[in-house]
Structures are given as structure tokens and as C-alpha cells.
């Protein structure tokens, strides 16, 4: 008896795994992926170090957040924007301000509205970040990508120079370093800034900076220059 009992598991064993065999390919999360996805799955699998794999793993199985993020404009566009945001009807032309932010030295920021206007198409900033200094010109839209040529005019003196679009093109920064600070210092002493470039954006934009040498000192001497 118990030998029938036993032979006829065996004879059924077969059709009662196969359904949940079927069900387990069909729900087989590796059967949604993309071939995209997939390739960006093998890849992280290079990955030696945990961090950086678990990153790249995220991203893989997110690509959407991955494009979303891209096309947002940094901190940096965000600190330019803030300060502004507080501008009062009573404010100079060009509002230097203080502040600190959490884990970081402190803030020290100017910034003057493109065309003398608020809210402008563009800002003008100088900051010192972490004892950084940045030179930029930030927009409400992003404008371009990759390096940009282009001419400051200041009262007769013409500077030529290459800048960089960051931010997702957000926010177009000067050459960091003593590079940067020696540009910004050829701007003492005028009263306009005139930014002349092929890019529609850059065109013509003005800028009032009339004492931007007296105003940039608390700044100047945060950054230690």
C-alpha cells in the first residue's frame, strides 16, 4: 500500500511543481528589465567598492530620478536665487551678504540683477564658498553646456575669457583660483560691467558695479585675498 501511496507522488509530483514553476518565471522581476537596465545591472556588477555599487545600482533601477536630477540647477544657482528672492525696494544695486550654512565656513556673497531690473533675466554674483571664490552669472532658465568665450567690458577695459556653464546649465562661473581673482580685480574702478558674447543669453547683459571694490572687502577678506 504504502508502495502505490509512494509511486503516485511520484507519478503527480511533476504537474503540481510546474504551475508554480510557470508562475515564478512569469513573475521574474528580471523579465520586466529593459535591455538598458540590464546592461546598466552588469555593469555595477564591476564595481568593487560597496558604496559606489550600491549608488550605481539605485541609478540603475531609477534612470528616471537619474534624467530628473540632471536637468536641476545646483546649490550654488540656489544660493544666487535666495539672496536676490530677499531683495528689498530699499536695497543698493549690489547686496553683499553673510551668512552660514551647516558643515560649511560660512557664506559671503554679492550679487547685482542684469540691466539694473528685479526680478532679472540674469544675476551677476561674486562669493566666497569654502574659502572659494566664484565669479557667475546665474539664469531663471538654463542657457548652454560645456565652455563659453566671452568679453567683460568694464569702462574702456575689455577682458576676454573662458567660462563654464555649470548647474545644468543654469549658471555660467569664471575660472576659480588666483585666475578668477585677478578677472574680478581688473573690474575695479568701473561703474558698468557690459558682457558681450555669440551666445543670445550673454548679449548685451549690464551690470552696475559701481564701488565693487569697497563692497567685495568683507568677502575679500574671507577668502583671505
Known amino acids: 500500500m504504502k508502495l502505490k ?11 503540481i511543481n510546474a504551475p508554480f514553476t510557470a508562475a515564478a518565471e512569469k513573475t521574474s522581476p528580471e523579465s520586466s528589465f529593459t535591455d538598458e537596465v540590464k546592461t546598466a545591472l552588469l555593469a ?21 530620478i537619474n534624467v530628473y536630477q540632471a536637468d536641476r540647477p545646483d546649490r550654488y544657482w540656489l544660493q544666487i536665487m535666495e539672496q536676490e ?3 528689498q525696494s530699499g536695497d543698493p544695486v549690489m547686496i553683499l551678504k553673510t551668512f552660514n550654512t551647516e558643515g560649511s ?29 566664484r ?36 549658471r555660467l562661473e569664471a575660472s576659480r583660483g588666483l585666475q578668477g581673482i585677478a578677472e574680478i580685480q581688473q573690474l575695479f574702478g568701473a561703474k558698468e560691467l557690459v558682457i558681450s558674447s555669440d551666445q543670445p543669453a550673454l548679449k548685451d547683459l549690464r551690470f552696475r558695479i559701481d564701488g565693487l571694490k569697497q563692497a567685495l572687502e568683507p568677502l575679500r577678506q574671507a577668502c583671505h585675498w
Not at 49 to 61: I, T, V
Open 5 to 15: 501511496v509512494f509511486m503516485a507522488m511520484i507519478f503527480f509530483l511533476p504537474f
Open 44 to 64: 555595477c556588477r564591476q564595481q568593487s567598492s560597496p558604496l559606489p555599487r550600491l549608488q550605481c545600482y539605485d541609478q540603475a533601477w531609477h534612470p528616471e
Open 85 to 87: 528672492k530677499q531683495r
Open 105 to 133: 565656513a560660512g557664506i559671503v556673497m554679492l550679487t547685482v540683477p542684469g540691466n539694473g531690473n528685479y526680478p532679472a533675466r540674469a544675476i551677476f554674483a561674486i562669493s566666497c564658498i569654502e574659502n572659494i571664490t
Open 135 to 170: 565669479m557667475q552669472i546665474a539664469f531663471t532658465a538654463p542657457q548652454g553646456k560645456g565652455d563659453q568665450m566671452l568679453e567683460m567690458h568694464a569702462d574702456g577695459k575689455v577682458l576676454t575669457s573662458r567660462w563654464f556653464w555649470r548647474g545644468s546649465g543654469y
